[in-house]
């Protein structure tokens, strides 16, 4: 049914993806991965893998520290002890596995919560274990009473013997017949070094010799029948755990049918993280499966380090491709990329190609690639082609994908050609799909007259004599011996001689396809570069309308900020208003009326919405066209436009050149403009504390000012600045000895009005002035 995977490399893929499991059950999992043409099962690991994706991407627990549960469950079952070490691995696979339940949740991971809160979690082995064992896998004294009497007594005669050994080797007595002052072990008994020629003049047992015979190793015969003691105590310890571990092991025994489904929930949890990982290793996919079209897009094979993308599309009307070109030139690549890629896709993979990359369900895929010649079954390179295409020609059918290579290969060209175009003519009549690569011009021939096979060649370079490794649909390619041969040093006269002995309609129609392929290339060489620029054009286009939106928003809130300051400004002077109004009242006859209108007439006046509060749709004016002189919208300043691109506009304003949105300008007549450049007077604190909705200049002059007044001309300033939506302003503070500038910059770094600042440039005014820009531009 998969004939072809031993030959696309099946192995080498199952490998790579075990390298991406955590535990050896997954591992496992991975290695026996299959495809599979039933749908429904593929839709379920579709659905498996993109909740594992999410998982992944949120971060949560793996099965890592998870250990196989069926080698101890099987142990258990012959009436086996497990050992310590086993009991704390499976601790620790319980222990994920409740971590994995808890943090499955239902709603967002539905696949993986029905796996994992499945059956009863056994609580009471787990707890055991835990009650049992230390985190080193030591029996904890508290796992039964009798195992903790027997430690305590244990220690109690070691701290004995301690007491006894240290008065040894600390008194007078024996110092003279010790080799040396400390206390050893051998064969499970404590001893001391004693002098080869005092041997007989201690009490005690001689345990064994040094090499040199120098010294003897005795124990004491004080210290004899409490070690003897202590002996006892450690078996029966012996006994009692054991005892403990063969209560365990029957917990284990009993709750066999519960650890078996925790091992397989853990192997298939650990086998679709794998393969999630493996997928976002290669920037794959989920392709589209079922149908009858095959359509890969930008496919990569999974183990080449740097390939060359293929896109080819086979369907139920055209259900051949034929590939040719130069030795060498990728042609058994692409074969292999295409029927790797589709193995994946039934496998249940995410796959190394583009999205919307679509597979059929494929029920076999047969393949006949390489040069499998056996010498032990006498079969030469023809006869190991047909080998594996007769059984190819008997099953194939229309849930087929057949792959071959150099069909036809490995006899007389005539005869092989002619076979050939048999068997391809074959496999489409019985509805299955082939790719299949040639050097054989009659078939490059067959996709001109029959609309079921299509040509694609792998493309190669003429000015270089190298492949590109690019397959490229549509067209038939040449195998460019003749220019191989040149290149790899044949003599010229004898490739000039087998040029002239072809076959003058063999060479004309070579000639042709080269030239038609040259063309071609050039052609999707030069759509590329148009396609390239038409993107950057659109990312340019996207950037521009980005930025406007971004400067309609930003002064949409500026007015908004302005507004509701000029509110407050007029409920405020409404009020003042008010108060006047009552001392006018006690006028008498004519000159209160005249006093009253006179007031009335200033607050109609100041209810007005200063034109640069005003929406932008309000202002009415046609947009500037290049030479205009503009200005921006509450701003004296005059200056002409230079250039507009789209809807930014450059704009000249004496030795400033900015770029402003087309919407931040106003069209100004000669009359305005002459009234605009007249003289200026200094800025003054009382000049700023005239009402903030007047329009303002983008210079401050603070020369001549003290520290002091200057900073308070300053503060006044940035208000009617921000309140006009100024998006910078100049401060000339001029040069002297710095005070003033260092001032103002000082003031500027602190001030949350003031989004950056630097110094003048050369054209500005130079250190003599500080540029504040109130808003983020670039």
Request: glycine fraction near 8%; charged fraction near 25%; include cysteine.
């Amino acid at each position: 049914m998969w004939d072809a995977l031993p030959i696309l490399g099946w192995e080498k893929i199952a490998q790579s993806l075990a390298g991406y499991a955590e535990t050896e059950m997954g591992r496992e999992d991975c290695l026996i991965i299959q495809p599979d043409s039933d749908a429904q099962a593929l839709e379920q690991a579709h659905a498996t893998l993109k909740e594992c994706l999410a998982w992944l991407e949120s971060g949560l627990g793996t099965a890592s520290g998870a250990v196989p549960l069926l080698g101890l469950i099987e142990r258990a079952g012959r009436d086996g002890i497990l050992a310590a070490s086993e009991f704390l691995a499976l601790g620790r696979t319980l222990e994920v596995h409740r971590v994995l339940g808890n943090q499955a949740d239902p709603e967002r991971y539905p696949l993986i919560s029905a796996r994992f809160r499945s059956g009863v979690w056994p609580r009471t082995l787990a707890d055991a274990i835990a009650h049992t064992f230390d985190p080193d896998g030591l029996v904890r004294d508290q796992a039964s009473p009798v195992l903790s009497d027997l430690r305590r007594q244990i220690r109690h005669g070691e701290r004995e013997i301690d007491q006894i050994f240290d008065r040894i080797v600390k008194s007078g007595e024996w110092s003279k017949y010790l080799q040396e002052g400390l206390v050893t072990v051998r064969y499970g008994r404590r001893v001391v070094p004693v002098k080869h020629e005092f041997r007989n003049s201690v009490a005690g047992i001689i345990h064994d010799q040094s090499g040199s015979g120098q010294t003897v190793f005795v124990e004491p015969l004080s210290v004899v029948e409490r070690q003897n003691h202590l002996t006892t105590l450690r078996q029966d310890e012996a006994r009692e755990i054991e005892r403990i571990l063969t209560e365990l092991t029957r917990l284990v025994k009993n709750v066999e049918d519960t650890l078996k489904a925790i091992h397989h929930h853990l192997k298939w949890f650990d086998g679709y993280l794998a393969r999630s990982r493996y997928g976002l290793s290669l920037k794959g996919c989920l392709p589209l499966l079922g149908g009858t079209r095959l359509d890969l897009k930008v496919a990569r094979h999974p183990l080449l380090l740097h390939p060359v993308p293929l896109s080819l599309t086979l369907s139920a009307t055209s259900l051949a491709l034929i590939i040719t070109g130069p030795n060498t030139g990728g042609k058994t690549v692409a074969l292999k990329t295409a029927g790797v890629v589709v193995c994946m896709a039934l496998s249940g993979l995410m796959v190394p190609a583009g999205e919307g990359s679509a597979i059929p369900l494929y029920h076999r895929i047969m393949a006949d690639i390489g040069d499998e010649q056996s010498l032990e079954q006498n079969l030469s390179t023809f006869s190991s082609h047909v080998a594996r295409l007769v059984p190819m020609m008997a099953s194939a059918g229309p849930k087929t994908l057949c792959l071959i290579d150099e069909i036809g290969a490995g006899t007389d060209p005539d005869e092989g050609a002619a076979l050939a175009e048999v068997m391809v003519d074959y496999l489409v009549d019985q509805g299955a799909h082939l790719i299949a690569s040639t050097h054989y011009s009659r078939l490059k021939l067959m996709a001109l007259s029959n609309p079921r096979i299509q040509n694609a060649l792998m493309e190669f370079n003429r000015e270089t004599l190298s492949p590109t490794y690019r397959l490229v649909m549509g067209s038939p390619g040449s195998s460019y011996a003749f220019n191989i041969a040149r290149q790899l040093g044949l003599p010229a006269d004898m490739v000039d001689r087998a040029q002239s002995i072809m076959d003058p309609a063999v060479l004309t129609l070579t000639d042709a396809i080269e030239t038609i392929n040259h063309f071609k290339q050039e052609l999707d060489r030069r759509e590329e570069q148009i396609n390239a620029q038409a993107t950057d054009l659109k990312k340019r286009l996207q950037d521009l309308e980005d930025k406007e939106a971004k400067w309609a928003a930003r002064e949409e809130r500026e007015r908004a900020r302005g507004v509701k300051a000029w509110q407050g400004e007029l409920e405020r002077m409404r009020e003042k208003f008010e108060a006047a109004l009552a001392l006018v009242r006690t006028e008498e006859g004519r000159e209160r009326a005249r006093a009253v209108e006179q007031l009335r007439a200033q607050y109609r006046g100041l209810a007005n919405l200063p034109e640069n509060l005003a929406p932008r749709s309000a202002k009415g004016t046609a947009a500037p066209s290049v030479g205009d002189h503009v200005r921006v919208f509450g701003f004296d300043d005059v200056g002409t436009v230079t250039e507009i691109i789209g809807r930014t506009a450059t704009v000249d304003m004496g030795a400033i050149r900015m770029k402003l949105a087309l919407d931040e300008l106003e069209r100004v007549d000669e009359i305005q403009e002459k009234a605009s450049l007249s003289p200026k007077r200094r800025r003054t604190g009382g000049d700023l504390g005239q009402e903030k909705s007047r329009t303002i200049g983008v210079e401050l002059d603070l020369r001549g000012m003290t520290q002091d007044e200057a900073l308070e001309v300053l503060d006044k300033y940035l208000d009617d600045a921000v309140l006009a939506s100024a998006p910078f302003v100049r401060i000339i503070h001029g040069k002297g000895t710095g005070v003033l500038r260092r001032a103002v910059s000082q003031a500027l770094r602190g001030d949350p009005r003031v989004f950056r600042y630097r110094l003048g440039d050369a054209g500005e005014g130079g250190d003599g002035v500080t540029v504040a820009h109130l808003e983020e531009s670039d």
